[in-house]
């Protein structure tokens, strides 16, 4: 059993910035990447930027330059700074965590957080 929790979600100006944060708890021995998607009404999740067991991180075009990726591996934590933000940064952020090794000597594929919301407006 894997829970993923995202805190940081909010009401931002263009041009502002957010923090977010998501833990994963569980009996979990390891956990390969973990991540960031994000859903915008009308569209598909995207993936929005991800970080790898050894710090090798991947940003979506469309957020490089403007949000990074970082993670607590010892606190099963991962962080999206999400500075400059501009409107259509708007939408449902979810956390994902990749090739988790329980405790129990378990594989499971990939955990998903409930989300939470960003937006951008003035």
């Known amino acids: 059993q894997v829970q993923l929790v995202e805190s940081g979600g909010g009401l931002v100006q263009p041009g502002g910035s957010l923090r977010l944060s998501c833990t994963a708890s569980?009996?979990?021995?390891?956990?390969?990447?973990m991540g960031w998607y994000r859903q915008a009404p009308g569209k598909r999740r995207e993936l929005v930027a991800g970080?790898?067991?050894?710090?090798?991180?991947n940003y979506a075009d469309s957020v490089k330059g403007r949000f990074t990726i970082s993670r607590d591996i010892d606190l099963n934590t991962v962080y999206l700074q999400m500075n400059d933000v501009r409107p259509e940064d708007t939408g449902v952020y979810y956390c994902?965590?990749?090739?988790?090794?329980?405790?129990?000597?378990?594989?499971?594929?990939?955990?998903w957080g409930q989300g939470t919301q960003v937006t951008v407006s003035s």
């Open positions: 970080v790898t067991i050894g710090t090798n991180a």
């Open positions: 569980g009996k979990i021995f390891s956990i390969y990447s």
């Open positions: 994902t965590a990749d090739h988790i090794r329980t405790s129990e000597g378990d594989n499971l594929p990939v955990a």
